[in-house]
C-alpha cells in the first residue's frame, strides 16, 4: 500500500479541524436560526443575488436593504460583484432542493439546508485550494518536509480556518480557492505541460475578477511562480496562441456576468454599487493594515511573519523573483490600506489577505526550502506556536472575550491568554471610521451638556441632584429604576437628508464595580416618519470594563446611513435588564454630515471612486 506523504497528512489535517469546527462551531446554529449566521453582514448581498433570481424573481426591483440594496432611477442595484454567489450557486441548489422537499423548511432560502449546503460547498472549495496550492509548490520544487510545514502554516495558523468553517458565506475562501488554481495553472501553462492549462487559468482569472476586482493584481505574482520572469509563459503562449485566445474568451466571458447582471437590474452595461464608498489613495492605512492592533495581518497571524521573511531572503537568493514579490506586497498593501475601511468591518484578523495566501504561501515555503540545522527547528517551532495562538484568539473570538469590531491595544491586552467565564462579553464600545469623505465632512450639530440647564437634545429620566456628580450637582442615574434613561435625538430638517452622517459622542461614566455598567446597552437608531425602524444598532456600553468608584471618559463614534426626509435620529442608553447602577454626567455628541462626491455616474447616483 503506498504511503501518504506528509504534505497530503496535513492537509487532511487541516480539513477535519475545519469540518470539526464548523461542526460544532456553526451548525448547531444561533437561537434565531443558522441562517442569522451564515446570511449576515456582506453575505446578505452576495446570498441576495441567488435569492432575487431563483426564489423572489425581483432583481432589479428587491426591497431596499441599507447594506447592500442601492435605489437608482431605474431599479435596485445590488452593490456587490456577483462571484461569490456564482460560487455559492450549486450548493445553493441542492440545499434548496432538499428544503423544497421538506414540509417544515422554509422556502425563502434560509432554511438550514441551504446554510449547511453553503457550509459543505466552502469544505470542498478550501479543499480544492490546499490540493493546488501543494501541487504548486511541489511542482517549484520545494522538498516535502517544507510542503507540510507551509501548508499547516496556513492551514492552521491563519483566518483560513475562520472564513471556511465558521464564515462560509463570505467571499475569501472562494477567492482562495481561484487564486490557488490561477497560478497553479500558469505554472503548468508556462513549463509545457499542457496547453489547456490555459483555458484554466483563464475561468480562474475570471472568477477572481468576479469575485473582487482588485485581487487582479494576482498578476504581480506570475513571476514569482515562475521563477522571476515572464520569458517562459510568453514562449509557450507564443507556440500555442489559439488555446491562448480561448483562454481570454473565457476569462472574459465569466468577467461578463456582472455587466449582464448590471443590465438586468437596471438596463446598463455598467454601474458602480460601492455609492457612499472608495478609496483614500493619498492617506494609506499600511502600518495599522500589517501590524495594527485592530486588524494587523501579523499580529493576528504571526506566521505570516515567514512570508515577509521569505520575501527578503528571496531579494538576496534570487533577485528578480524577489523583486517581483516585493512589488507584490507593496502594490497589494496599499490598495487593501487606502480603502476608506481599512479594517474592513467587523472580523477576525485581516481577512482580505485570505484571498492572497497562495501568494503568501511562496515566499513562506521557499525560506523553509533552504533551511536547516538550528534555523529548521527554530521556525518550525515558530509555526507551532503561531497556530496555536491563532486557533486559541479564534476561539476567544467565537466566544467572544475579543470584540468583533473594535479591538485596540488596550483591549487586546485586557484579553491576552484569557479565558475565564468573567472575560467572556466584557468588552464593547463602538469605534468605528468615518464614512467614506473624499471632499470631507460637515458638523451639523454639535451640543454639550452637563445636566445644570435644560439641553435642546439630551433628555430622559434618572437626571437627579448628586453630590458625586462629575461637574455641577446633577448627573444621569441609572439604578434599576428606568429601562430607558438618557437619551438624544434630532430630526430632519435639523439634520440633512441623503448623506451618510457620522456621530461622535463622548460622556463621563462611573460605576461602583465592574459589573455595575457590564450589562448596559447603547442604541444607534433611525425611524422614520411612519414609526418603521429604518437602522439600528445596540452596542453594549463599556469598552473595558469600569474602574471602580473612578470617573471615567467613554467616546464612540458611529457612522450612519443617509436619512429620509421625516427620518428621526437617536442615540440612548438602555438598562434592558434593570440591573445597571451607572451614573453618566457631561454627555457630548458632534454630527458631520459627508460632502457630495460630485458629478452623476452612469448607475443614475453619485458614484465614488471606481474600486472594489
Not at 34 to 48: E, I, W
Not at 117 to 143: D, E, F, H, K, N
Request: with cysteine; aromatic share 14%; proline share 5%.
Amino acid at each position: 500500500m503506498r504511503r501518504l506523504s506528509p504534505s497530503f497528512l496535513v492537509v487532511l489535517l487541516v480539513m477535519c479541524a475545519n469540518i470539526g469546527i464548523a461542526l460544532t462551531g456553526l451548525w448547531p446554529g444561533p437561537k434565531g436560526g443558522l441562517a442569522n449566521t451564515v446570511v449576515r453582514s456582506d453575505v446578505k448581498g452576495y446570498y441576495g443575488y441567488l435569492q432575487a433570481l431563483f426564489i423572489r424573481h425581483d432583481l432589479g426591483h428587491e426591497p431596499y436593504v441599507w447594506e447592500y440594496v442601492r435605489e437608482t432611477p431605474e431599479g435596485t442595484l445590488n452593490k456587490y460583484f456577483a462571484g461569490t454567489a456564482l460560487m455559492m450557486a450549486p450548493w445553493f441548489a441542492i440545499g434548496h432542493d432538499i428544503a423544497l422537499g421538506d414540509p417544515k423548511a422554509p422556502k425563502d432560502g434560509l432554511s438550514v439546508h441551504e446554510m449547511r449546503a453553503i457550509s459543505i460547498g466552502a469544505w470542498c472549495y478550501l479543499l480544492l485550494g490546499l490540493l493546488a496550492m501543494r501541487a504548486l509548490l511541489r511542482r517549484m520544487r520545494v522538498r516535502e518536509g517544507a510542503v507540510a510545514w507551509s501548508l499547516l502554516a496556513i492551514g492552521l495558523g491563519t483566518q483560513l480556518l475562520q472564513y471556511s468553517a465558521l464564515q462560509p458565506g463570505w467571499s475569501h475562501v472562494y477567492s482562495f480557492c481561484a487564486v490557488s488554481v490561477f497560478l497553479l495553472a500558469v505554472q503548468g501553462f508556462a513549463q509545457g505541460r499542457s496547453a489547456w492549462w490555459a483555458l484554466l487559468a483563464g475561468v480562474a482569472f475570471g472568477l477572481i475578477i468576479l469575485l473582487r476586482p482588485v485581487n487582479g493584481l494576482v498578476l504581480l505574482a506570475v513571476p514569482v511562480v515562475l521563477g522571476g520572469s515572464w520569458r517562459a509563459l510568453w514562449s509557450v503562449a507564443k507556440a500555442h496562441p489559439w488555446h491562448v485566445a480561448l483562454a481570454l474568451a473565457l476569462g472574459i466571458g465569466v468577467i461578463g456576468i456582472q455587466p449582464l447582471l448590471w443590465h438586468a437590474q437596471i438596463g446598463q452595461w455598467y454601474a458602480y454599487g460601492y455609492r457612499g464608498e472608495g478609496f483614500h489613495w493619498d492617506r494609506p492605512e499600511a502600518f495599522k493594515v500589517l501590524f495594527g492592533f485592530r486588524r494587523g495581518l501579523f499580529l493576528w497571524a504571526p506566521v505570516l511573519l515567514l512570508s515577509l521573511l521569505g520575501t527578503l531572503h528571496l531579494l538576496r537568493a534570487e533577485r528578480a523573483r524577489g523583486a517581483w514579490m516585493l512589488l507584490w506586497w507593496v502594490a497589494n498593501t496599499y490598495v487593501i490600506s487606502a480603502w476608506w475601511i481599512w479594517y474592513y468591518g467587523s472580523g477576525f484578523g485581516s481577512r482580505v489577505f485570505v484571498d492572497h495566501y497562495p501568494v503568501l504561501a511562496i515566499p513562506l515555503a521557499l525560506l523553509l526550502n533552504a533551511t536547516a540545522g538550528k534555523w529548521w527547528t527554530a521556525i518550525r517551532s515558530f509555526i507551532v506556536i503561531g497556530c496555536a495562538l491563532l486557533l486559541f484568539q479564534m476561539w476567544q473570538y467565537h466566544v467572544f472575550i475579543l470584540h468583533h469590531e473594535s479591538m485596540d491595544r488596550a483591549k487586546y491586552l485586557h484579553t491576552f491568554l484569557r479565558w475565564g467565564e468573567e472575560h467572556r462579553g466584557s468588552l464593547g464600545g463602538n469605534y468605528q471610521e468615518a464614512p467614506y469623505n473624499p471632499n470631507g465632512m460637515r458638523v451639523v450639530l454639535e451640543e454639550s451638556c452637563d445636566f445644570e440647564h435644560v439641553c435642546a437634545h439630551w433628555s430622559g429620566g434618572g437626571l437627579r441632584h448628586r453630590a458625586d456628580a462629575y461637574s455641577g450637582a446633577n448627573a444621569a442615574v441609572f439604578d434599576g429604576r428606568d429601562e430607558f434613561g438618557l437619551g438624544f435625538s434630532a430630526s430632519t430638517p435639523e439634520l440633512p437628508i441623503s448623506c451618510d452622517l457620522f456621530l461622535e459622542i463622548g460622556l463621563q461614566r462611573r460605576a461602583g464595580t465592574a459589573a455595575d455598567s457590564r450589562s448596559m446597552l447603547a442604541v444607534t437608531e433611525v425611524k422614520h416618519a411612519d414609526g418603521s425602524t429604518a437602522y439600528y444598532e445596540p452596542f453594549a456600553m463599556d469598552p473595558l470594563p469600569a474602574s471602580p468608584g473612578a470617573w471615567e471618559q467613554i467616546e464612540y463614534r458611529i457612522p450612519v446611513p443617509a436619512l429620509r426626509a421625516g427620518d428621526r435620529l437617536a442615540f440612548y442608553f438602555w438598562d434592558k435588564e434593570r440591573r445597571s447602577r451607572v451614573l453618566i454626567d457631561d454627555v457630548f455628541i458632534r454630527v458631520s454630515a459627508v460632502n457630495p462626491y460630485g458629478s452623476v455616474g452612469p448607475a443614475g447616483f453619485e458614484p465614488a471612486t471606481k474600486g472594489l
